[in-house]
């Protein structure tokens, strides 16, 4: 027992997933104008709609332990709903966007080059890395006042 609070003490899995989620919304920004202005990046796996199921598979477990660890000593509602808002609408959207693009592989957001700000999903996504991040963020410093 004193393994697992020691995890939560450092909150490096907090700190991850920060790091996951600001990835995912750098990512549904940034990879479109990279795809315009280096086309050679339409190849790579960062445009292939498997990067989103890839990274779900990350932050799924990453923000679950987080928010369990923490929310074990806490129990604040905010930081449970934030997340759990978050990684419904992360989920649904990753979903969504596999069930479209069908065989091709190829990412619906970065698929629409510069115009990604038009697309609705890199909206819903940047909503549901703005939601982690603040359930994360919520946690981390009611973890470190709780001296978790």
Known sequence: MDKIENINNNNWLDKIAIFLSATCAVHCLLT??????????STTFFA?????????????????????????KHKDKVV?????????ILTGSTIYQLIIQGDSGECVICATGGHSLNNPLVWINILAGILLISAHVRNFRLCRAHKI
């Open 32 to 41: 479109p104008v990279l795809i315009i202005a280096l086309p050679i990046v």
């Open 48 to 72: 292939n709609a498997n990067f989103h199921l890839w990274m779900l598979y990350l932050v799924l477990p990453t923000t679950g332990l987080a928010i369990f660890l923490g929310c074990k």
């Open 80 to 88: 449970i709903s934030l997340s759990a808002l978050g990684l419904l």
